[in-house]
């Protein structure tokens, strides 16, 4: 599997982009970048994904570098319902790249919004 | 429709007794999945179902049974746990298990503590 690494915690102003980077240097080809996030006590949210292009949804963007190493999730006006643990995934493929399982998660950033 | 229901939503038990954890979806999902998750630690996975057949065991301990009686309901058969067990035991789904950028969905979970 490709690893990711995110800072723990976060912390960002209501009413402000919040940024999210995630690093995933060991990525391969057709590897996917997937963002979750887990609002306390309750289960895991999908937010986004993308493979190599910039990815736009209501919720978020993602930005993935030219190089797939590292990503950014961008919250572009971030509000105290926002706070929560975002997860970046590299959901695995198989060897011969037909088909994907498991979604494994890693340790997450806390990310705080404050007032 | 785009909820995975869980049930209970808490459950304590003793480590003689025999009790179940349910999920279902009427998405029309035909992979559903266990995660387990312990406090302040990452979802981590369990089982998958793929068109009701067991398709990943996460090396899961015998003590937990799991069971996909049809396409939208999954079961978890809990006998003997130890107190170690305590956990958010989350379900998801997702259109298939092998559909490249599928997101899942996720419950709420059921948290269980085993005295």
């Known amino acids: 599997d490709a690893k990711t690494t995110q800072p723990p915690s976060m912390d960002c102003a209501e009413g402000r982009a919040a940024n999210l980077p995630c690093n995933h240097s060991?990525?391969?080809?057709?590897?996917?970048v997937y963002w979750y996030r887990q609002i306390h006590s309750q289960g895991p949210q999908y937010i986004i994904h993308g493979l190599k292009n910039n990815e736009t949804n209501e919720m978020a963007s993602l930005i993935i570098t030219e190089d797939r190493k590292s990503s950014t999730l961008i919250l572009p006006h971030a509000t105290l319902r926002d706070t929560a643990v975002y997860y970046c995934?590299?959901?695995?493929?198989?060897?011969?790249?037909?088909?994907?399982?498991?979604?494994?998660f890693g340790q997450g950033t806390i990310l705080t919004v404050h007032p | 429709d785009t909820e995975v229901t869980q049930t209970p939503k808490h459950l304590v038990m003793g480590m003689t007794n025999k009790k179940s954890l349910k999920c279902e979806q009427h998405m029309g999902h035909r992979a559903m999945y266990w995660y387990k998750q312990k406090a302040k630690k990452p979802p981590e996975l369990m089982f998958v179902y793929s068109y009701e057949k067991l398709s990943i065991n996460e090396s899961v301990p015998s003590r937990f049974s799991p069971e996909c009686p049809n396409s939208s309901l999954l079961n978890l058969h809990l006998h003997a746990l130890q107190p170690e067990d305590s956990a958010l035991y989350l379900c998801a789904s997702s259109r298939t298990q092998w559909e490249r950028g599928g997101e899942l969905f996720f419950g709420e979970g059921s948290r269980l503590t085993v005295l």
């Open positions: 060991t990525i391969s080809g057709n590897e996917y």
């Open positions: 995934i590299v959901r695995e493929r198989n060897a011969g790249g037909t088909s994907y399982g498991k979604l494994t």
